[in-house]
């Protein structure tokens, strides 16, 4: 979010960054695609944290690089995941029965 801040003047917090890092990977993985995006948040709630360089040093944000695709895992429900990560199998919690 910092990077789009600085280089396209949109703003937002952390979510407004992981949509656009989902979106700039599905137009690489689809040549030719539209991919529209709708960023769901703006900068008031972040200045504090990730726009603010001391929050970002103290946490070790500014040294590091997003990922550029996600981990992809068989099943849902095969492994914790802690990041960005993809799942070809969709399952709808709705239909899921309660052991």
């Known amino acids: 979010c910092r990077r789009l801040a600085a280089g396209s003047f949109v703003t937002g917090g952390w979510s407004t960054g992981a949509v656009a890092l989902v979106a700039a ?5 689809e ?3 539209r991919v529209v995006t709708v960023f769901p948040d703006g900068p008031h709630r972040y200045l504090d944290s990730i726009f603010n360089d ?3 040093r103290s946490h070790g944000l500014l ?3 997003p990922a550029e695709r996600p981990v992809e895992i068989t099943r849902p429900d095969a492994v ?12 709808d919690p709705a239909l899921e029965v309660p052991a």
């Open 25 to 29: 990977w599905a137009a690489r993985r």
């Open 31 to 33: 040549p030719g695609a």
């Open 54 to 56: 001391d929050f970002c």
């Open 63 to 65: 040294d590091r690089s």
């Open 80 to 91: 914790e995941v802690h990041g960005w990560a993809r799942c070809r199998e969709v399952r």
